[in-house]
């Protein structure tokens, strides 16, 4: 039989861990709860409610929060999902709840079967928010008329309880379950419950008692849970039982009553601090544990989180982590010790430090290359690790294969070797000046490296400079970088008019694919175009164009690079008689 629980769409789950927190609540917690605190509490609903609003505004639908988290932390807790729209996180309790439950994120549970919903789709009573004790109708209401409740249209009243299925919290006060105080009630049919029109005993609720402090997850541990009536006397009920448990891993996980009473092992296979036990039959009844803590397994593996760079002369922290046979990770409860084996080239304790379930080993290594670390525990277990420690700081590194002079935009090829104070070939360095330098390949091997370097500048008496950022650097030259290959020809205009009888004198520059002026190379300009021309360089940089043109009218005059393909430089020349004759072919040129 379906119970209502599961038709609104909370999960069994849901409510258990809410159930769970209020069974943690100590009795004295619910007595500071009192009535009152009404206005601040809708005020603090209401609040929230714009928060929802400006969520829906941004994302188009509802917030997908969990129905109550129990870590501040956790992304899906409604509080994280508004906290860009409300910076006040105290709106998030009432302030007639107990202050024990300022633990959790929030004391309002959130209707997560609105999740990812339009709000304009669903009925103006459909509730967003409501206090969390409002799930155990055995506890008193916070407020006069019941518990403050947000709706989706946005307003917050004071209401009846929303209608969660009957919880049972287990007790602070330990049974009686001696012999002289169960009082077995006979059954007539081997019914999971006996009718409230049956005239025996009428149940009352299920109880976990004896409950053990701790349990190692795999290991079998004993449970009893008894069905009781009125009068703390035995109810003999044959009900099947559904177990849950806050690691969701619990085994089995259903159980049946036989005349009221299950005792029998139940197994756990991840570890929790705070765990608790949940009950529920097939009507809908609940009942929680106390809670008690499942502890990790002995261990079977060692694992290891090693940092990701890892260089001589620098220590560096490695992680160990023990785990059992269910990955659970192997704290210090078990008084386990790590002793680490590295070899003569490291120093390094020979213990590990124990901190939050995790063992650090702080090496300092001397030697660079691959080498192995090897960690035993105080039994048998044992596991190697393979580690690659990068060279140290440079100490010394030196230059070589640069020419005396060399060519910008050319790859050229030069050696650097470099040693740590270890006696380890190191790399550690990068150019002074990036912005002329770049490299095209980079290559390293054994700490000598043959490294690809082109320079986009043309400069005399050069040096080169290359540094590790610790002080130490290296020079090589000096020596001259000359301009590269022609890329562009540069004309002040690019067209002129002369009378007959004028010479052209025209001024231009030549530059490679840097920017660098290209000197000294007039005997491989050519000039195409009828007429006498001749180039020269010009003391102060850059060439002249000097000659005339041989006939009348426009002449074109082309400009080219001996052995160069694809560059040139057209000039357009209006050669005029003495005296302007106004031909058409002349007034518009």
């Not at 601040?40 to 929230?48: A, G, T, V």
């Not at 002080?471 to 022609?486: D, E, Y």
Request: some cysteine; hydrophobic content about 40%.
């Amino acid at each position: 039989m379906k119970i209502s629980l599961w038709k609104r769409g909370f999960t069994a789950v849901e409510l258990l861990t809410v159930a769970a927190a209020i069974s943690a609540m100590s009795a004295g917690g619910y007595a500071v709860v009192k009535k009152g605190h009404d206005m601040r509490c809708l005020n603090n609903l209401k609040q929230i409610g714009l928060a929802v609003e400006l969520f829906v505004a941004d994302h188009g639908t509802l917030p997908k929060a969990k129905f109550f988290a129990t870590e501040k932390n956790d992304p899906q807790a409604i509080t994280s999902l508004l906290k860009p729209y409300i910076t006040a996180s105290e709106l998030f309790y009432c302030p007639a709840l107990a202050r024990e439950f300022q633990k959790y994120p929030t004391n309002y549970l959130w209707n997560d079967t609105v999740n990812g919903k339009n709000p304009d789709t669903l009925r103006a009573g459909t509730w967003l928010m409501t206090e969390a004790t409002s799930l155990n109708k055995e506890l008193d209401s916070p407020h006069t008329g019941g518990f403050g409740t947000l709706f989706v249209d946005g307003s917050a009243k004071i209401t009846r309880a929303v209608p969660f299925p009957k919880l049972s919290v287990q007790k602070e006060t330990p049974l009686d379950l001696a012999p002289s105080k169960l009082v077995p009630v006979p059954v007539e049919q081997p019914a999971p419950f006996i009718e409230k029109s049956s005239p025996t005993l009428l149940f009352q609720s299920y109880q976990i008692p004896k409950i053990p402090s701790s349990v190692e997850a795999g290991a079998k541990a004993t449970f009893s849970f008894y069905a009781f009536g009125e009068e703390n006397r035995l109810f003999e009920s044959n009900a099947l039982l559904s177990i849950f448990d806050l690691t969701g891993t619990v085994s089995p996980k259903e159980v049946a009553l036989v005349k009221g009473v299950w005792e029998g092992e139940l197994t756990f296979t991840s570890t929790h601090p705070e765990n608790t036990l949940f009950l529920s039959d097939e009507e809908g009844r609940w009942a929680t544990s106390k809670s008690f803590s499942v502890i990790s397994g002995p261990p079977v593996e060692i694992y290891l989180s090693s940092p990701s760079y890892i260089q001589a002369g620098s220590t560096v922290n490695f992680l160990f982590e023990l785990q059992d046979s269910f990955g659970n990770p192997v704290t210090k409860s078990k008084n386990i010790s790590l002793f680490p084996s590295i070899g003569d080239e490291a120093e390094f304790p020979p213990t590990l430090v124990e901190k939050d379930g995790k063992f650090s080993l702080p090496v300092l290594f001397h030697k660079s290359g691959e080498t192995v670390l090897s960690i035993r525990d105080s039994n048998s277990l044992k596991k190697e690790f393979t580690v690659r420690v990068s060279p140290g700081p440079i100490d010394r590194f030196e230059i070589s294969g640069l020419p005396d002079s060399l060519t910008a935009g050319l790859p050229y090829q030069i050696t650097v070797q470099a040693l740590d104070k270890y006696g380890n070939r190191a790399k550690g360095f990068s150019p002074v000046d990036r912005s002329s330098v770049s490299y095209t390949r980079e290559d390293t091997s054994s700490g000598m490296w043959l490294e690809t370097v082109s320079f986009t500048k043309s400069a005399q008496d050069l040096f080169f400079t290359i540094e590790d950022g610790m002080g130490h650097s290296g020079t090589a030259g000096p020596f001259n970088i000359l301009p590269g290959p022609v890329s562009r020809i540069l004309l002040d205009q690019s067209s002129y008019f002369l009378l007959q009888g004028q010479e052209l004198t025209m001024p231009f520059f030549l530059e490679d694919a840097f920017g660098n002026p290209v000197e000294g190379i007039a005997s491989d300009i050519i000039i195409q175009g009828k007429g006498s021309w001749k180039v020269q360089s010009k003391e102060k940089g850059g060439y002249l164009l000097q000659g005339a043109p041989l006939e009348k009218g426009k002449q074109s005059v082309m400009i080219t690079i001996k052995n160069i393909l694809n560059l040139s430089q057209k000039i357009e020349i209006l050669h005029l008689p003495p005296q302007p004759i106004l031909k058409e072919e002349f007034l518009n040129p």
